[in-house]
């Protein structure tokens, strides 16, 4: 398994752009497929984008598609999660996940619970 540590999280105002990075550790990156989620308060965790292992395909939510960009560079053990355009209802805390399952190819990649590997997320709070 890998280790994962998400980092960018803060402050950003309504239209804005942040990025977010989640590094992991380990030799085998290059071997998952990486989510996006995120979990607002007092709400369930929800998918926000996955990229396969060798970063050709990308699949996001409804709610993000054409403002969110999920990007991965397997020398460097690191996926991106590029948001722009931000919205009051992006609010919330931002984890990324290493799918060791296979669920990206089996349509499963919408199912946090699939995931056996989780960083502990970054804040990204949204003013107006």
């Known amino acids: 398994q890998v280790q994962l540590a998400e980092s960018g999280g803060g402050l950003v105002q309504a239209g804005d752009s942040r990025r977010l990075s989640c590094v992991a550790s380990?030799?085998?990156?290059?071997?998952?497929?990486m989510a996006w989620f995120r979990q607002a308060p007092g709400k369930e965790r929800e998918f926000v984008a996955t990229?396969?292992?060798?970063?050709?395909?990308?699949i996001y939510a409804e709610s993000v598609k054409g403002r969110f960009t999920i990007a991965r560079d397997n020398a460097k053990n690191t996926v991106w999660l590029q948001m722009n355009s931000h919205k009051p209802e992006d609010t919330a805390n931002y984890s990324c996940?290493?799918?060791?399952?296979?669920?990206?190819?089996?349509?499963?990649?919408?199912?946090?619970?699939?995931?056996?590997?989780w960083g502990r997320g970054t804040q990204v709070p949204v003013s107006l």
């Open positions: 996940a290493a799918d060791a399952s296979g669920l990206f190819y089996a349509d499963l990649y919408a199912d946090a619970g699939g995931y056996d590997c």
């Open positions: 380990g030799r085998t990156f290059s071997s998952y497929a």
């Open positions: 990229i396969s292992s060798g970063g050709e395909s990308t």
